[in-house]
């Protein structure tokens, strides 16, 4: 049963930045263990019972939706082996984080949000979008629309010479050049994650974001089709 993050987790968030080697973790991981992975492992496991109700294909197998403490450094200056901080993500079994439509959730020494969206920039899906955005603009109007007033933000990186070939009215111009899109919230109180409470407010997050997730996960599925054709 997932009853908050502990306190000391953050501090020793803290301390794998600070000792970032190979001897840190070895002496120190059965701290990592209670610290970090178990209360990430029963956060993962109390959402599952909402995930499976916006997707039932979702994968929610623990060791498959936590992030690897072990950092990729093969294209990466920095070298530190270990990351100071973990992220949940749901989406298929199988597919690649650079293009699937995930739940996530994330804590940082600094801040914690969660949202839904792509990983990064999945151009084939991303311009589906931009074609249903001026064939069925009210799709997505009504969509943001039901955004207002719960702090939910639409976010990501946009291009910056791409333009509709068709007029698009405010604030539907404002996305057609999107390159990445998510929805996130940023504003929730940091002394959540110390509280049992904070699978309340993912849940009913995610609950309400569940008509965006149908909506890109069509994009998702409609790219894969076209790029088999």
Do not use: C
């Not at 002496?27 to 610290?35: A, C, K, M, Q």
């Amino acid at each position: 049963m997932f009853e908050g993050f502990p306190k000391e987790m953050i501090e020793f968030m803290l301390q794998i930045r600070l000792n970032n080697n190979k001897e840190f973790m070895t002496t120190h991981r059965s701290e990592y263990e209670r610290l970090m992975k178990q209360p990430y492992y029963q956060l993962i496991e109390a959402l599952t019972p909402t995930v499976q109700r916006i997707d039932p294909d979702m994968e929610v197998r623990q060791g498959k939706v936590l992030s690897r403490i072990f950092r990729d450094t093969r294209f990466s200056k920095d070298k530190s082996p270990y990351r100071d901080h973990h992220w949940l993500a749901f989406r298929h079994a199988g597919e690649s984080k650079e293009t699937a439509v995930m739940l996530w959730f994330e804590i940082r020494i600094e801040s914690m949000s969660w949202g839904l969206g792509y990983w990064g920039e999945n151009r084939p899906a991303m311009d589906i979008f931009r074609r249903r955005l001026i064939s069925h603009p009210d799709d997505w109007l009504g969509l943001i629309n039901s955004l207002e007033g719960t702090g939910l933000e639409v976010e990501g990186e946009r291009f910056r010479r791409m333009q509709a070939p068709v007029p698009l009215s405010p604030p539907l111009d404002g996305y057609y050049a999107m390159k990445s899109l998510y929805i996130v919230r940023h504003d929730a109180p940091y002394d959540a994650i110390f509280t049992p409470g904070l699978v309340g407010l993912i849940a009913q997050d995610y609950q309400r974001m569940a008509p965006f997730y149908r909506l890109l996960r069509g994009y998702y599925e409609l790219s894969q089709l076209e790029g088999i054709s």
